[in-house]
T-cell receptor, first 115, second 113 residues
């Protein structure tokens, strides 16, 4: 399977704990995006990387959130001191730079439940 | 702020019917308008997309109609099938600004057999 993969698929944690999610984009895709989707809503942009550089962060990304893409390949999204309001599906997407179609390919997501 | 508004929230059609979902946007800098299909427990998958230099794009049973002056675009699903039952999202982005997608609220489509 050469699509975007995310791990874990599901995470249940207690309030106050830290969690980390991983995203592996499609090989050679330079751009990597993180979105958050709550039940019944469309995905909301969190941040994006071009290679290893984090080029944009949404105001939704509070100080408790941090994302990295250390070698321009996989990315991690960490949430510190989780709150119940962090419960959502966290989606990763990738796209090749310069793709005239601008297509973003999404992974299956990581569903986070904060108790 | 909600820059892309989508309607209806839910839609029920009979097999073989036409499903129509509408979206309106505010930011005139948007230059790419995709539609995504999402099944429960899955990530969104690109269905069809359009740029504002054309007024219509058709791929199989799916058609996007685009009205630049009204800042509106719509998805038409012809000959709707039960397998089309899913949530559909319109989105918009600006190619020169990293192409981050701004999504509508979604439409839950149910096609009855």
């Amino acid at each position: 399977d050469t699509g975007v993969s995310q791990d874990p698929r599901h995470k249940i944690t207690k309030r106050g704990q830290n969690v980390t999610f991983r995203c592996d984009p499609i090989s050679e895709h330079n751009r990597l995006y993180w979105y958050r989707q709550t039940l019944g809503q469309g995905p909301e942009f969190l941040t994006y990387f071009q290679n290893e550089a984090q080029l944009e962060k949404s105001r939704l990304l509070s100080d408790r959130f941090s994302a990295e893409r250390p070698k321009g390949s996989f990315s991690t999204l960490e949430i510190q001191r989780t709150e119940q309001g962090d419960s959502a599906m966290y989606l990763c997407a990738s796209s090749p730079t310069g793709d005239p179609t601008d297509t973003q390919y999404f992974g299956p997501g990581t569903r986070l439940t904060v108790l | 702020q909600q820059q892309v508004k989508q309607s209806p929230q839910s839609l029920i059609v009979q097999k073989g019917g036409i499903s129509i979902i509408n979206c309106a946007y505010e930011n005139t800098a948007f230059d790419y308008f995709p539609w995504y299909q999402q099944f429960p427990g899955k990530g969104p998958a690109l269905l069809i997309a359009i740029r504002p230099d054309v007024s219509e794009k058709k791929e199989g049973r799916f058609t996007i109609s685009f009205n630049k002056s009204a800042k509106q675009f719509s998805l038409h699903i012809m000959d709707s099938q039960p397998g089309d039952s899913a949530t559909y999202f319109c989105a918009a982005s600006i190619s020169s600004s990293g192409s981050r997608l701004t999504f509508g609220e979604g439409t839950q489509l149910t096609v009855n057999p």
